[in-house]
């Protein structure tokens, strides 16, 4: 194939393609200010009580949270606030975000997820011009973070299915990365457990975009527990 060809090639990205692109792997960066690096989603508390103690501990942990806890109740929120968005409907939008602050087991949790929501918004509003996200956002009294997600992505007109997925790797990135801090675990065998959890982001992000509100759920009371129990911790590195 000639260069000229190569250029002309079908599979090349459109403008609005890689744009899209761009803002995603910009806003769910590990770099993107919204403090994610400050929560560990009760790791913390798992890892004194001796629940999570190596690689393969923290994977099945994790796998447990995506699957069967907040993994999917976040994928399943976001999923229903940008098709909500995209159809303007603004009642529907107002009750999931309602409902999705009202879901979280802890108050460090409604910290952890209220926190990084409004920062979210803020800084994507600061930083990119986007018609009509105003006024979205003024529909709802409170935004957590994968609200906020779906929200702006939908706003800027960004596929939902790569936002789904795109947002479960960085919530996943994220658990990780407070796991190898307190562990503690090496870089590789970082990567070593996010790349086994590839299928079960995948499997999640799946379930969360033909899901219902209905169900909405969670089975992770070992985790649920934590996030109480951290509020107490006599030593804590994260907040929550």
Do not use: K
């Amino acid at each position: 194939m000639t260069t000229n060809e190569l250029r002309r090639a079908p599979y090349a990205m459109t403008e609005a393609e890689a744009a899209a692109l761009y803002r995603l792997l910009t806003w769910l960066s590990p770099s993107f200010p919204v403090g994610g690096f400050s929560y560990s989603s009760g790791i913390e508390w798992a890892v004194e009580a001796g629940d999570v103690s190596g690689a393969d501990t923290l994977r099945h942990w994790l796998s447990a949270m995506l699957t069967d806890g907040a993994g999917f109740c976040d994928g399943v929120f976001l999923v229903h606030a940008h098709r909500a968005l995209q159809l303007d409907d603004m009642r529907g939008l107002r009750d999931v975000a309602e409902l999705a602050a009202a879901f979280v087991p802890s108050r460090e949790r409604q910290l952890e997820t209220t926190a990084q929501g409004r920062a979210f918004i803020e800084i994507a509003q600061a930083a990119w011009t986007c018609e009509g996200l105003a006024a979205a956002v003024a529909q709802c009294e409170a935004i957590v973070y994968p609200v906020a997600v779906g929200l702006v992505a939908s706003a800027h007109g960004i596929p939902l299915s790569p936002t789904l997925h795109a947002f479960l790797h960085a919530l996943t990135s994220n658990w990780i990365s407070a796991g190898s801090r307190l562990i503690p675990l090496g870089q590789t065998d970082s990567q070593r457990v996010l790349a086994a959890l590839e299928p079960a982001v995948a499997a999640t992000a799946a379930r969360a975009l033909v899901a219902t509100l209905d169900d909405l759920g969670s089975a992770t009371f070992r985790a649920d527990l934590a996030s109480l129990r951290h509020e107490t911790q006599y030593t804590r590195l994260f907040r929550s």
